[in-house]
C-alpha cells in the first residue's frame, strides 16, 4: 500500500509538471526579463524543467529496481530451500513428490514475478520520453499503463506468498509427520519474509 501510495504521488506530481510546465516557463521568463518573452528564453526554462523531472522518474526506476532484486533474492533463497530439503529428504527415503511438484509450480510463479515486474519497470521507464515535448494526454496514457502493471506484481506477490501458507507449508507438515512416522531424528528449517517452518523431530 506505501509503495502504492509513493508511485501515484510521484506520478501525480510528474503530471502537474508536465501539464503547467509552459505556464511556469513563461512566468519565470518573465520575471527574469523584465515581462519580456522570446521563444529561446521559453524553450531553455522547459528544457530545465524536463530535465527535473526527467531525473525524478530515473530516480524512481532505479528504486523500484533495487525493489525488485530485493524480492527476487527472498524468492529465489525460498526455492534453493526447498530443493536443498527435497534432496535431503530424498537421500533418507522420504517421498517427496508433493514438495517436488510444489517447486516447480513455486519456479514458475517466480518466474512470472520476475518478468512482470520488469515490464513494470519498463513501463515507468518509458514515460520520461514523454514527460518533454509531449502532449499531456500521452505522458497520462503511459503512467496508466504502468500502474496497471504494478497491480498485477502485488497480485504475483500475494500469489507466491498464498501458495506458500496455503500448499507448501500443509506438504512440509506432512512431510514432518513422515519423519516423525519412521523414527528418523532430523532439522531442516525453511526460512521464508523472517518466519521460520522446521521440520523436526
Same mark, same amino acid.
Given at each position: 500500500?506505501?509503495?502504492?501510495?509513493?508511485?501515484?504521488?510521484?506520478?501525480?506530481?510528474?503530471? =502537474?509538471? =508536465?501539464?503547467?510546465?509552459?505556464?511556469?516557463?513563461?512566468?519565470?521568463?518573465?520575471?527574469?526579463?523584465?515581462?519580456?518573452?522570446?521563444?529561446?528564453?521559453?524553450?531553455?526554462?522547459?528544457?530545465?524543467?524536463?530535465?527535473?523531472?526527467?531525473?525524478?522518474?530515473?530516480?524512481?526506476?532505479?528504486?523500484?529496481?533495487?525493489?525488485?532484486?530485493?524480492?527476487?533474492?527472498?524468492?529465489?533463497?525460498?526455492?534453493?530451500?526447498?530443493?536443498?530439503?527435497?534432496?535431503? !529428504?530424498?537421500?533418507?527415503?522420504?517421498?517427496?513428490?508433493? !514438495?517436488? %511438484?510444489?517447486? %516447480?509450480? !513455486?519456479?514458475?510463479?517466480?518466474?512470472?514475478?520476475?518478468?512482470?515486474?520488469?515490464?513494470?519497470?519498463?513501463?515507468?521507464? =518509458?514515460?520520461?520520453?514523454?514527460?518533454?515535448?509531449?502532449? %499531456?494526454?500521452?505522458? =497520462?496514457?503511459?503512467?496508466?499503463?504502468?500502474?496497471?502493471?504494478? !497491480?498485477?506484481?502485488?497480485?504475483?506477490?500475494?500469489?507466491?506468498?498464498?501458495?506458500?501458507?496455503?500448499?507448501?507449508?500443509?506438504?512440509?507438515?506432512?512431510?514432518?509427520?513422515?519423519?516423525?512416522?519412521?523414527?528418523?531424528?532430523?532439522?531442516?528449517?525453511?526460512?521464508?519474509?523472517?518466519?521460520?517452518?522446521?521440520?523436526?523431530?
Amino acid at each position: 500500500m506505501k509503495k502504492k501510495i509513493i508511485v501515484s504521488s510521484i506520478l501525480a506530481i510528474s503530471f =502537474v509538471f =508536465v501539464t503547467l510546465a509552459s505556464a511556469q516557463a513563461a512566468q519565470l521568463v518573465r520575471t527574469s526579463n523584465g515581462g519580456a518573452l522570446t521563444t529561446s528564453t521559453v524553450n531553455a526554462a522547459l528544457t530545465e524543467k524536463c530535465q527535473i523531472l526527467t531525473t525524478k522518474v530515473d530516480t524512481q526506476v532505479a528504486k523500484f529496481n533495487n525493489n525488485k532484486e530485493r524480492h527476487s533474492k527472498v524468492f529465489s533463497a525460498l526455492t534453493n530451500k526447498i530443493s536443498i530439503i527435497i534432496n535431503s !529428504l530424498d537421500a533418507k527415503g522420504i517421498d517427496t513428490g508433493n !514438495l517436488k %511438484a510444489d517447486l %516447480a509450480v !513455486l519456479s514458475e510463479k517466480v518466474n512470472k514475478f520476475n518478468s512482470d515486474y520488469q515490464i513494470y519497470v519498463d513501463k515507468l521507464a =518509458v514515460t520520461k520520453d514523454y514527460v518533454c515535448g509531449a502532449s %499531456a494526454g500521452q505522458f =497520462v496514457s503511459k503512467v496508466g499503463e504502468a500502474r496497471k502493471q504494478l !497491480l498485477t506484481i502485488r497480485k504475483d506477490i500475494l500469489d507466491i506468498n498464498n501458495f506458500y501458507q496455503t500448499t507448501i507449508r500443509p506438504d512440509i507438515k506432512t512431510i514432518r509427520n513422515q519423519i516423525r512416522a519412521m523414527g528418523t531424528s532430523t532439522q531442516l528449517k525453511l526460512n521464508i519474509k523472517g518466519s521460520s517452518t522446521s521440520i523436526v523431530e
